[in-house]
């Protein structure tokens, strides 16, 4: 299976480790973000693309993608609302799925905090994500993902931290926070708070191979499924009608 990376930073290099130690898998090659628009229209033959670049190459990817069918990974963060209605689109040219995390840890937490937000109606829900010091967006996108699983309809206010005077914290609030510094890879913890009591669901990743790991997984089923848009819950849970 011939596998093209988009974007070759600590993630790009992750991957093209464990690309190149798989027997079953082949680095078809990068695409540099760098000088992405001059690569239009290169034509490389793989049987899936893996996208951990930047928004910047969205366009790109629209054009390559809906030209070539080709099956698409992407976990590309900093995404807007617009940018990954557009990545939903792309599933009517080729197999697509979006995750802003490959963890499958991550994923089963999505999943328990989506119920317990269901079954904790009127508790207060904060979330809190910490992130080496060189990230460049926040809140992180996996933040987003567990703030979307929590708040499915978006009724609640988001509040990205709080300072001074702002007053008794609001019933329809949703707290989101972010932390940066050193190396981390990754941590997130969804709190649920109600009347004397507290219930957390924290997941930590200690290297970002388990991202790269997950994203391969996904290449592997997503190249052999039909063209649609899928989540990496349907890759790994089956995709719910």
Not at 50 to 69: Q, V
Not at 113 to 134: C, S, W
């Amino acid at each position: 299976m011939k596998l093209l990376l988009v974007g070759h930073g600590r993630m790009g290099q992750m991957l093209e480790e464990l690309i190149t130690s798989a027997e079953d898998l082949d680095l078809a090659g990068f695409v540099d973000t760098a000088t992405i628009s001059s690569l239009g229209e290169t034509e490389r033959k793989a049987d899936a693309v893996i996208d951990f670049s930047a928004p910047s190459a969205l366009p790109w990817l629209l054009e390559y993608i809906n030209r070539t069918g080709t099956a698409l990974v992407s976990g590309t963060t900093g995404y807007s609302r617009e940018d990954l209605d557009t990545i939903r689109g792309l599933g009517s040219a080729a197999p697509v799925v979006y995750s802003a995390n490959y963890s499958v840890g991550v994923a089963v937490m999505k999943r328990l905090a989506a119920q317990m937000a269901e079954a904790l109606p009127g508790f207060d829900i904060e979330i809190v994500e910490t992130h080496h010091n060189r990230k460049a967006d926040a809140p992180s996108g996996t933040a987003k993902l567990l703030a979307d699983a929590v708040d499915p309809q978006q009724a609640l206010t988001k509040v990205y931290g709080r300072q001074g005077i702002c007053g008794p914290r609001g019933k329809n609030e949703l707290g989101i926070h972010s932390i940066r510094g050193g190396t981390v890879a990754g941590e997130h913890t969804v709190s649920f708070f109600g009347e004397d009591e507290v219930l957390s669901l924290s997941h930590s990743a200690a290297s970002r191979r388990i991202f790269a790991s997950g994203a391969i997984r996904a290449a592997r089923a997503i190249a052999a499924l039909p063209a649609g848009f899928y989540t990496l819950e349907d890759i790994l849970f089956g995709k719910e009608s």
